[in-house]
């Protein structure tokens, strides 16, 4: 394991280019098994969670090139298996998409149930609900679950919940099921649209995508394609909240501005300032902020996985802040960890209290899941002293070269190995 050695009272100032969105990349990699001929995929970020997804795509026998740093050629030309490892899916929960990709393809899918962040529970009912009326039989023994269609019929589905996974994972096995599919209440990400336009590129005859209701006739084969990964929308907004909570002054470049509508609202609404140019947002902080509520939503409402740094950028926000989680039950990994660092949080439920206004302590702390592990590296920005970040692995998992673009901000983060670190956590700050 890793760990950050982050010194505070930083202001953060500079530019920063975005790199492609992780949850764009993780639902489009899955998708390229559906054509025997090659896929060029641009922007893809380069982290953890898609160097497994390239595995387990290798694994399965996807032919793959490197082109550059963020860039692949991919051929499904002969797929020799449809079941993706155990060791590889346990990494990652979007390894599930591998069931609608596999089952559209082959009409059979072998996959793990899936692993993930500690967010709280999280089902696959609404998936599982769709592949069955998409005529799919399902079975579920021993951690497998493995999913058969002799054929796959369109059908008129509803989601009983708003669900990025189940939007996803239908919209797959639907593009290639007979007739006519319609998917209700499905989520309405961008990440969603990319997969669409990805997929009609292809030759898929999705509408809809972005909006409540997704329309999908299917069709009986697919073609290559080149396709760019959408920016990453929550790597933005985590810089954007970086940069207020340390009254500096940053430009997110390579962004699409109406993807983050929610972020630059809440922003405002705590005093920052935020201008918005065609591809790319500054924000910056003339005065004190104040404090303000924050609700999550499915989009377009304020994104949970940018409700972590908005609860340190808080802590910074003179008076008293609500934060309601209403996405997960158990998205508040980051509140323990703050606490150390003399952080004013009081959680009951989906609920937590924040008195900010008070400067933070730099501490050891531990990374619990990725987007609580970023919000800690805003928090040892932000704070008086030196802190140690551990369990690095997960923000490495959906932030590409993290260390690298705070420090391109001025921001002092070193890498050391847990050994290293065990010394610096048994010696005073
Ligand atoms: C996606 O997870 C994202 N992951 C998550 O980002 C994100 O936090 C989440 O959407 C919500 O925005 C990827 O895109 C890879 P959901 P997903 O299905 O699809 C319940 C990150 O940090 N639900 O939209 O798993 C579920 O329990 C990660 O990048 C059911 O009840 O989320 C949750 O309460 C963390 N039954 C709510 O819906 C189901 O069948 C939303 O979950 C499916 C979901």
Known sequence: ??????????????????????????????????????????????????????EILENLGVSIRRRGR??????????????????????????????????????????????????GPRPIDQHLKGFTALGADINIEHGMIT??????????????????????????????????????????EPEIVDLANFLNAMGAKIRGAGTDVIRIDGVK???????????????????????????????????????????????????????????????????????SDLKTFPYPGFPTDLQPPGMVLLTAARGLSVITENV??????????LKRMGARIKVEGRTALIEGGN????????AHDLRSGASLIIAALMAEGDSTISAVEHIDRGYENLEQKFIGLGASIKRISDQASEKISKSPL
């Open 1 to 54: 394991m890793e760990s950050f050695v982050v010194k505070g009272e930083v202001s953060l100032t500079g530019a920063v280019k975005i790199s492609g969105s992780k949850n764009a990349a993780v639902a489009v990699l899955p998708a390229v098994v559906l054509t025997k001929e090659n896929v060029h995929l641009e922007n893809l970020p380069d982290i953890t969670d898609v160097r497994t997804m390239i």
């Open 70 to 119: 963020n860039a692949l050629d991919l051929t499904s030309g002969n797929l020799s298996k449809i079941a993706p490892p155990y060791e590889l899916v346990k990494k990652m929960r979007a390894s599930y998409y591998f069931m609608g990709s596999l089952l559209a393809r082959f009409g059979r899918a072998e996959v793990p149930i899936p692993g993930g962040c500690d967010l």
């Open 359 to 366: 400067r933070l302590s730099g501490a050891p702390v531990t």
């Open 221 to 291: 084969s697919f073609t290559g394609v080149t396709h760019a990964i959408i920016p990453d929308r929550i790597e933005a907004g985590t810089f954007m909240m970086a940069a207020a909570a340390t009254a500096g002054s940053v430009t997110v470049e390579d962004v699409i501005p109406k993807h983050l509508e929610a972020i630059t609202a809440k922003l405002r609404e705590t005093g920052a300032t935020v201008r918005v140019e065609p591809e790319r947002i500054t924000v910056a902080v003339p005065q004190p902020l104040v404090a």
């Open 328 to 337: 997960f039950d158990g998205r508040f990994n980051q509140v323990e960890e």
């Open 147 to 188: 999913l058969t269609a002799d054929r796959l019929v369109g059908a008129h589905i509803y989601l009983d919940v708003v669900s990025i996974g189940a939007t996803i994972n239908l919209m797959l096995a639907a593009s290639a099921a007979e007739g006519r599919t319609v998917l209700e209440n499905v989520a309405k």
